[in-house]
């Protein structure tokens, strides 16, 4: 049972983690899309869960 809720806990945090990403990577591709370019993948920001400002991605900077 506890082994069920932790499993749920993550599957809510990763769902939380992928939604962010999704709405940063829009929020910089209206603005500057050479900038976007410049981002990492999604699937590379997703699994860098312990970066949650966008501007500390590689390539992100300008």
């Known amino acids: ?3 069920a809720i932790l499993i749920l806990l993550v ?3 990763w769902l939380w983690r992928v939604e962010w990403v999704y709405q940063e990577r829009v929020k910089v591709i ?3 899309y050479e900038r ?3 981002l990492p ?3 590379s920001m997703a699994l860098q869960i312990w ?4 501007n500390k ?3 992100c900077h300008g």
């Open 36 to 38: 976007y370019k410049r």
């Open 41 to 43: 993948s999604f699937v």
């Open 30 to 32: 209206d603005v500057d």
């Open 57 to 59: 991605f590689r390539g």
């Open 51 to 54: 970066i949650w400002d966008i």
């Open 1 to 3: 049972m506890i082994e």
């Open 11 to 13: 599957s809510f945090a």
